[in-house]
């Protein structure tokens, strides 16, 4: 695709209840990112892969996070037995460079999760 | 560990007046320095970015940005604020190496009034 696609847009999850949300980065790139933005924060890191190789997963909250790339293009970040605090946008974005240093990242509009 | 700063949750201007957004920064190696800005309901868009280049870079849509050393600052300026420009912008500090990931402020308002 022409960009960064991610869905679902919005999702509202009961407290406890799986949710899955996914990443379609732009053809080709290597790196991907996932991000959470807080209402009125800036996005903080959660996990960066290289093609399918999770490279660092250090900003993932807790083990209900998880994160995977399977054929190094689309990626899915899991939350299991969601909590309120999981409430926030989650960012994907993607580079065409290796751990996108310098290069440019391209986002995605995010998915609103919402836990009740 | 990198860290930036921006200085102002929201900063309000007429439209044809001077942008100043303002962003310091914490970096124990040589920083890469960016500008974001998000429109609403949209994702982050990059504006511009210091590699250890020139100091003043030039973006889109007329924003640039001075990387000042000693003063730990990578402040955003546009001569001419447009109706247009009204949008959340974020500092984000890049160390080097293989590993290196964003690290974002925590974004300022723009507000553009005529």
């Known amino acids: 695709g022409a960009g960064v696609s991610q869905s679902p847009r919005y999702k509202v999850a009961k407290r406890g209840q799986d949710v899955a949300l996914r990443c379609d980065p732009i053809s080709g790139h290597v790196s991907l990112f996932w991000y959470q933005q807080a209402l009125g924060q800036g996005p903080e890191f959660l996990t960066y892969f290289q093609n399918e190789a999770q490279l660092d997963k250090s900003g993932l909250p807790s083990d209900r996070f998880f994160a995977e790339r399977p054929e190094g293009s689309v990626s899915t970040l899991k939350i299991q037995r969601t909590q309120q605090e999981d409430s926030a946008v989650y960012l994907c974005?993607?580079?065409?460079?290796?751990?996108?240093?310098?290069?440019?990242?391209?986002f995605g509009e995010g998915s609103r999760l919402t836990v009740l | 560990a990198q860290s930036v700063t921006q200085l102002g949750s929201h900063v309000s201007v007429s439209e044809g007046a001077l942008v100043l957004l303002r962003c310091n920064y914490s970096?124990?190696?040589?920083?890469?320095l960016f500008w974001y800005v998000q429109y609403p309901n949209q994702g982050l868009q990059l504006l511009l970015k210091y590699t250890s280049a020139a100091t003043l870079v030039k973006g889109i849509n007329g924003f640039e940005a001075e990387f000042k050393k000693s003063e730990t600052s990578f402040h955003l300026t546009k001569p001419s604020a447009h109706m247009s420009d009204a949008a959340e912008y974020f500092c984000a500090v890049s160390g080097t190496g293989t590993a290196s990931k964003l690290t974002f402020g925590t974004g300022t308002r723009l507000q553009v009034t005529l």
């Open positions: 974005a993607s580079s065409s460079g290796l751990a996108g240093a310098a290069g440019e990242l391209f």
């Open positions: 970096s124990s190696v040589p920083p890469y």
